[in-house]
């Protein structure tokens, strides 16, 4: 073989994997992305509802507010996946980050119950476009078998960190407020969300490498795909599973959200013992991120998932039983618990969708399972607001609590139970 000959050879294979590798980013820097839109969005969903009761909000106003958020966080995912399919995955994560970082600096700043739910409806329907951006992403640079694995490390890592910030959030609120429940103390953890959207937004920006030519024959074959989202569904039956399943299981979830925040705020003390629970949920969550992932690589999605989802059963009733005893033991135990649970979920659950999905619709399954998801949540936490509202005319408000947390326990349950149906996920 002649020198030319070889140098043909060698110019078509790096020609090869030029045109066919689609993204190029080091492992540092998804660390560090992962580090920082974790630590912002852990503080949003923290302190979104406290907020809400800060500034007057009743029981059915706070299942508004949840839902708002819920709904609005993924009515849109399929849009976001579609343009994050044939646009790129870059263009809508900054997109996404930038305005998590801006709207969460302006809501620092409002001290009116209505300027919250203009900047949450913001937030929620634009700022998380980044998600399915960020899960096509892992996507991109993983096979199916070690996929789990790999997409729990780096979840797990933003996971395990971002305990720092809230920790020091927490007592940084303490500090100012003199441990009381009061609204100035929301401008440290809604300006410390900003700063690390702001940092995730330039790690993405710089670090971040698409390939053009790549990009192209993946739009061309993408042209060529005139599947509707009903064919995208009806003709994958493991994928049709999983979605029904999960969106019933999340209507469940939902239930429990308006209700959670009252009774952290009649069980803790302080700041500091509330971000205490999160911090306590977070170090479950990022452990069983690492462990349920790789876990779900050896012996399968579906076994893990249902033992993962049983342990949300047992949130509602140890809140249950911080509620009745008074003691902030039980608040936290309901923590750990569901921090495990929704560490399973971040790995396996994705894991789950990406393996029934083929390389070019990814960001579209992951979408289309968050936004069935978000529409069955806006009306379960809608009706969860207006049910303890309800039973609250009826009993003092903490038996209405109580009363909600069992119903709620006894929900989760049969939602787990129909796990058992789940088909095992296929590429398509």
Same mark, same amino acid.
């Given at each position: ?13 790096? @020609? ?46 706070? =299942?508004?507010? /949840? !839902? ?30 930038? /305005?998590?970082?801006? =709207? !969460? ?21 634009? =700022?998380?476009? &980044? ?9 991109? #640079? ?22 720092? /910030? ?23 953890? &809604? ?21 053009? #030519? ?15 989202? +009903? ?24 239930? +429990? ?46 076994? %893990? ?6 342990? &949300?059963?047992? %949130? ?10 008074? @003691?902030?033991?039980?608040? +936290?135990?309901?923590?750990?618990? =569901? ?5 399973? @979920? ?8 990406? @393996? ?21 949540? &806006?009306?379960?936490?809608?009706? !969860?607001?207006?049910?303890?509202? /309800? ?15 069992? +119903? ?21």
């Amino acid at each position: 073989m002649t020198v030319t000959e070889v140098m043909t050879t060698e110019e078509k294979h790096l @020609d090869t994997e030029s045109t066919e590798k689609i993204v190029c980013v080091k492992n540092s820097t998804l660390y560090g992305i992962s580090f920082f839109q974790t630590s912002g969005m852990l503080l949003i969903f923290t302190f979104f509802q406290y907020f809400g009761i800060i500034l007057g909000a009743t029981g059915f106003i706070q =299942g508004i507010l /949840v !839902s708002v958020r819920n709904l609005g966080s993924n009515i849109f995912q399929y849009v976001w996946g579609k343009i994050a399919d044939k646009r790129g995955r870059k263009i809508v994560l900054c997109t996404g980050l930038a /305005v998590m970082s801006l =709207g !969460s600096l302006i809501t620092a700043f409002v001290f009116q119950l209505w300027q919250f739910f203009i900047m949450a409806v913001i937030i929620t329907t634009i =700022g998380f476009m &980044f998600l399915p951006a960020w899960i096509g992403l892992l996507g991109d #640079l993983t096979s199916v078998k070690e996929r789990g694995e790999f997409v729990g490390k780096i979840q797990s890592f933003g996971s395990y960190l971002s305990i720092f /910030v809230v920790l020091f959030v927490g007592i940084a609120m303490d500090q100012i407020s003199d441990g009381k429940f009061i609204r100035e103390a929301f401008i440290i953890p &809604f300006t410390t969300a900003a700063a690390v959207f702001f940092v995730s937004f330039v790690l993405s920006l710089l670090f971040i490498k698409e390939n053009p #030519l790549a990009r192209i024959k993946k739009n061309e074959r993408l042209a060529q795909d005139t599947r509707s989202v +009903l064919d995208l569904i009806t003709t994958n039956p493991p994928y049709r599973r999983l979605l029904t399943i999960n969106t019933l299981f999340s209507a469940t979830m939902a239930f +429990l959200w308006p209700i959670l925040p009252f009774v952290t705020l009649n069980v803790a003390h302080n700041w500091t013992e509330v971000v205490l629970v999160w911090v306590v949920f977070q170090l479950p969550r990022a452990f069983s991120q690492q462990m349920a992932g790789k876990l779900s690589d050896k012996i399968g999605r579906k076994t %893990v998932l249902i033992i993962t989802r049983s342990l &949300f059963v047992a %949130v509602p009733l140890t809140a249950f039983l911080s509620l009745v005893t008074g @003691d902030y033991l039980w608040l +936290l135990m309901s923590s750990v618990a =569901g921090g495990i649970g929704v560490g399973g @979920d971040d790995a396996v659950l994705t894991s789950y969708t990406l @393996d029934c999905s083929s390389s070019d619709t990814m960001a579209r399954h992951y979408s289309i399972l968050l936004t069935l998801g978000g529409i069955i949540m &806006f009306v379960a936490s809608l009706f !969860s607001g207006f049910l303890f509202d /309800v039973i609250n005319t009826l009993f003092e408000f903490r038996m209405a609590l109580e009363a909600m947390l069992l +119903l709620i326990s006894g929900a989760r349950l049969v939602g787990v139970l129909t796990h058992l149906l789940l088909k095992k996920p296929t590429s398509t």
